[in-house]
């Protein structure tokens, strides 16, 4: 079945521009989790979700970042302001319960100018 | 808080050759690690999950291994390959934040070469 995807998978802005990442879990994965990956470090936790509500957002790094997931599927990270330090991959991961095994999409690449 | 360390950073070997990836935890108290592939402009696939209570896992050519008390994991790779060229990232779920958080280490690149 078809896996984690992610749009764009490439966005380039300019600092101070709004943008909004989007995430497609596997179907039927009730957990969701944001990632975000800078250039030669791990993945970093920014948020989970359960069902429809944000279960743990104690990894946004500020206000300027939140994310929504409205029918429990789709997900998006909605970043403000955006500063060039916000440059990085974002990732994104489903898994059928939260106690299940996490599967990652391909990310997208966001750089800030 | 939870830190992951991976060493080495990098790593280039010959075709063949047998290796080991490092990773060590600063906080015992995990619910299980896990090892990740992550090939470039790709996403992360999960190559073996050892929960807290075992010692090891096999899959294929890969063998992860699990020393909690001394917060150590190892990923053995025998007969190396090309196609084994990745960033292999490391990554635990820690008790004291919660099952749904991987944290992960800073990976090792391998290139293998022919």
């Known amino acids: 079945g078809a896996g984690v995807s992610q749009t764009p998978s490439n966005k380039v802005t300019e600092k101070g521009k709004y943008v909004e990442l989007r995430c497609d879990p596997i179907?039927?994965?009730?957990?969701l989790y944001w990632y975000r990956q800078s250039l030669g470090q791990g993945p970093e936790f920014l948020i989970y979700?359960?069902?429809?509500?944000?279960?743990?957002d104690s990894g946004l790094p500020n206000d300027r970042f939140f994310a929504v997931r409205p029918e429990g599927s789709v997900s998006t990270l909605k970043i403000q302001r955006t500063e060039r330090g916000d440059s990085a991959v974002y990732l994104c991961?489903?898994?059928?319960?939260?106690?299940?095994?996490?599967?990652f999409g391909p990310g997208t690449r966001l750089l800030v100018l | 808080k939870q830190e992951v360390t991976q060493i080495p950073a990098a790593l280039s070997v010959p075709e063949g050759e047998n290796l080991v990836l490092n990773c060590s935890f600063t906080?015992?108290?995990?619910?299980?690690l896990q090892w990740f592939r992550q090939d470039p402009g790709k996403g992360l696939t999960s190559l073996l999950l050892?929960?807290?209570?075992?010692r090891e896992q096999t899959s294929g050519r890969l063998n992860a291994s699990l020393d909690k008390s001394s917060g150590r994991s190892t990923l053995y790779i025998a007969a190396s390959q090309p196609g084994d060229s990745a960033t292999y990232l490391c990554?635990?779920?820690?008790?004291?934040?919660?099952?749904?958080?991987?944290?992960f280490g800073t990976g090792t690149r391998l290139l293998v070469s022919p």
């Open positions: 991961a489903s898994s059928l319960t939260d106690q299940e095994t996490q599967y």
């Open positions: 179907s039927g994965h009730t957990a």
């Open positions: 979700f359960q069902g429809t509500g944000a279960a743990d």
């Open positions: 906080d015992s108290a995990i619910y299980n």
């Open positions: 050892i929960q807290s209570s075992q």
């Open positions: 990554a635990v779920h820690t008790l004291n934040t919660g099952f749904q958080k991987l944290v």
